[in-house]
């Protein structure tokens, strides 16, 4: 149950010994993807193993940062206290020029600009004075 008191406050991201590396190319800027060295699979999220062969031995290499919206949602209705002041605003599934999708939010313009198949560009967007940044996708420019 959450506690009244910080129903006002948005959940963080909590890095882990897998997403650590990602987490800190995010704040400086960078998208990490993981590369697999032995059968080439490009996977996101983070993990300790590739996801297509099994194999241990993996690499963090920069993105490109660039996608295509492959779906997206528009939140009119708060899941919390925390995003009411936020809404509306575009939930999107993006297919990264690399290959793997990942989910992020919309943020620049209005969300009710988003379409299918929309070019978008990464931005590594900081939550105040946290020392936490998130990775979020605008209209690609």
């Given at each position: 149950?959450i506690n009244?008191?910080?129903a006002h406050?948005?959940p963080?991201p909590m890095?882990?010994?897998d997403?650590e590396a990602?987490?800190r190319?995010?704040r400086?800027?960078?998208?990490l993807?993981?590369h697999?060295?032995?059968?080439?699979?490009?996977?996101?999220?983070?993990?300790a193993?590739?996801?297509?062969?099994?194999?241990e031995?993996?690499?963090?290499?920069p993105?490109?940062?660039r996608?295509?919206?492959?779906s997206?949602?528009v939140?009119?209705r708060a899941?919390?206290?925390?995003?009411k002041?936020?809404?509306p605003?575009?939930?999107?599934l993006?297919?990264l020029?690399e290959g793997p999708?990942?989910?992020?939010s919309?943020v620049g313009?209005?969300p009710?600009?988003?379409t299918?198949?929309?070019?978008v560009?990464?931005?590594?967007e900081?939550?105040?004075d946290t020392?936490v940044?998130?990775?979020?996708?605008?209209a690609?420019?």
């Amino acid at each position: 149950m959450i506690n009244p008191k910080e129903a006002h406050i948005k959940p963080l991201p909590m890095p882990d010994a897998d997403s650590e590396a990602y987490w800190r190319g995010i704040r400086e800027g960078k998208l990490l993807l993981q590369h697999c060295k032995q059968c080439g699979h490009v996977q996101f999220y983070q993990q300790a193993i590739c996801r297509e062969c099994g194999s241990e031995h993996l690499e963090h290499r920069p993105a490109s940062g660039r996608g295509t919206v492959h779906s997206f949602s528009v939140v009119y209705r708060a899941p919390g206290p925390a995003f009411k002041h936020d809404t509306p605003y575009a939930v999107l599934l993006v297919e990264l020029a690399e290959g793997p999708r990942m989910i992020s939010s919309f943020v620049g313009d209005d969300p009710l600009a988003v379409t299918f198949d929309m070019l978008v560009e990464l931005v590594c967007e900081p939550v105040g004075d946290t020392g936490v940044v998130l990775p979020r996708f605008r209209a690609a420019r």
